[in-house]
């Protein structure tokens, strides 16, 4: 069993910069990412890394946000910059035991409690 822990949400205006660490309790082999939900709005994928470091970025993110893992603290990171205020939402870390990565919530089989993220304009 893993468990994950987020931190760095806050409330900030637009234009700033943020990072998000998630502390896992163990080495997870699997994949490692990033999802967060607005309010009424399903729960999407944000960015994915996958155990040999390739990344992957939904497109509303890509140019601006950044994930990263330092294997060494069992930690995960989400890099943000340029943040806007449709950016606002809960940040969830979530992982898999094995397999690909995968922009699906379902797929996921480890979630942190999320960490709240507010950009105003």
């Known amino acids: 069993q893993v468990q994950l822990v987020e931190s760095g949400g806050t409330s900030m205006q637009a234009g700033g910069s943020l990072r998000l660490s998630c502390a896992a309790s163990?080495?997870?082999?699997?994949?490692m990412g990033w999802f967060r939900q607005s309010p009424r709005k399903e729960r999407e994928g944000v960015a994915l890394?996958?155990?040999?470091?390739?990344?992957y970025y939904d497109d509303s993110v890509k140019g601006r946000f950044t994930i990263s893992k330092d294997n060494a603290k069992n930690t995960l990171y989400l890099q943000m910059n340029n943040l806007k205020p449709e950016d606002t939402a809960m940040y969830y870390c979530?992982?898999?035991?094995?397999?690909?990565?995968?922009?699906?919530?379902?797929?996921?089989?480890?979630w942190g409690k999320g960490t709240l993220v507010t950009i105003s304009s």
């Open positions: 163990t080495y997870v082999k699997g994949c």
């Open positions: 890394i996958d155990p040999e470091g390739y990344t």
């Open positions: 979530a992982a898999t035991s094995g397999g690909m990565c995968y922009f699906q919530s379902s797929l996921m089989d480890y």
